[in-house]
């Protein structure tokens, strides 16, 4: 095995290899609107990896994008897991509409940033160090097709906690941030949806016949919003309520929108199991109340081993005279989240590095791209 700074030459030589990769993979729309487009890049994706010694296979989803597993080595050994996702937010037609463009130092493009570089730098490091003999740790690479609509409609999610188990570290190649935060724990979100029933009646005619779901609700938004424990970085808040349809009747019908945001799976649970018994709990009688949770995105917890990868991978990073990083907490999910919940410390957001994820604003630092492929490369063969 060549020396990291050896390899960190080979890295720069390939920088034309991998913009190339890098506006391939841009100028394919893999929105949530494309399994087509986000399955034909598993398959460039796979024989790449095919050709740098890795055997891949597929789990197969009928509504969302494939998800892609390439494994090398002796995967009885504790293996590294290197992993991303192959979609993007964006519709069909917006490659053609604003295709990959470098101006300067900025790359644009959909999924330029989130994370198509990153997914870039995933796939020709595995290479170079496959090609170079590498036998650290066995490597598993992970490629979900839909992280971005949170796996709702495929069993994405169980299958990559599946894959996960036996590995003992984690680097997701997302989103990179300017400032080098390496994020090591990301806030989990759920909401949900509150209806009460309850009767309607005439404000004038006959109240005392109604049963006011507006009260109900009412009452339960204060029980809702009591579950707020900031000191566990749990947040609930009622962001959107509406009841009722005219200023003289009894309203029969109320609603609000819960938004959850927590560190801990266990917080999560403890809010979900305190919305039932709030839902169920009457102060109106005659009013009865369902809670439906909406979306769910697990949170990625800082495990004490994340701590210890990252004080590592500082140390790694500043032998080489790479950039110092930020151990960071952010607010934005990802797929690490089912690494952390398998106990495997792991780093979040080493890919290119730019701002505006999403959104037509998205772009990415070009130079980020040997940089980070050679933190990746230094991580791998040192850590
Ligand atoms: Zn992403």
């Not at 080979?10 to 100028?27: G, N, Q």
């Not at 949170?299 to 960071?328: D, N, Y």
Request: hydrophobic share 40%.
């Amino acid at each position: 095995m060549k020396e990291t700074e050896e390899l960190f030459k080979d890295i720069e030589a390939r920088e034309p290899a991998m913009m190339d990769t890098w506006r391939k993979l841009v100028d394919r729309d893999c929105g949530p609107d494309n399994k087509d487009g986000v399955d034909a890049v598993g398959k460039e994706a796979a024989a790449f990896l095919e050709n740098a010694g890795f055997s891949v296979h597929f789990h197969t989803y009928e509504k969302a994008g494939n998800m892609l597993v390439a494994e090398y080595g002796d995967m009885m050994k504790p293996f590294i897991i290197l992993t991303g996702h192959m979609d993007t937010v964006f519709m069909k037609g917006t490659a053609k509409e604003r295709p990959f463009h470098v101006d300067g130092n900025r790359v644009t493009g959909p999924g330029a940033l989130d994370m198509k570089g990153g997914m870039t730098i995933l796939l020709h490091v595995a290479k170079l160090l496959t090609e170079n003999g590498y036998d650290r740790y066995p490597i598993k690479i992970i490629l979900a097709g839909d992280e971005e609509t949170g796996h709702t409609n495929s069993g994405a999610a169980e299958d990559y906690l599946k894959e996960a188990r036996g590995g003992v570290m984690g680097f997701n190649m997302e989103t990179g941030f300017l400032d080098n935060r390496i994020v090591i724990e990301r806030k989990g979100v759920a909401q949900y949806l509150f209806h009460s029933h309850g009767v309607g009646a005439h404000a004038g005619n006959n109240p005392e016949d109604g049963r006011s779901a507006v009260k109900e609700l009412c009452h339960k938004v204060l029980d809702i919003e009591a579950l707020t424990d900031r000191d566990k970085g749990t947040n609930v808040n009622v962001g959107v309520i509406s009841g009722g349809t005219v200023a003289n009747a009894i309203p029969e019908d109320a609603s609000c929108k819960v938004d959850v945001r927590f560190r801990t799976e266990e917080e999560s649970d403890r809010v979900e199991k305190a919305f039932e018994d709030i839902a169920r709990r009457v102060y109106i009688d005659g009013v009865t109340t369902t809670c439906r949770r909406l979306v769910r995105v697990s949170a990625m917890e800082r495990l004490p081993g994340s701590e210890k990868l990252f004080e590592r991978a500082q140390a790694i990073a500043a032998s080489h005279g790479l950039p110092a990083m930020k151990a960071a907490a952010v607010g934005g999910g990802s797929d690490s989240a089912y690494l952390t919940k398998a106990g495997i410390p792991t780093l979040c957001a080493l890919g290119v590095k730019g701002e505006f994820n999403h959104t037509v604003r998205e772009w990415a630092a070009k130079d980020s791209l040997v940089e980070r492929a050679k933190l990746l490369t230094a991580l791998l063969t040192e850590i």
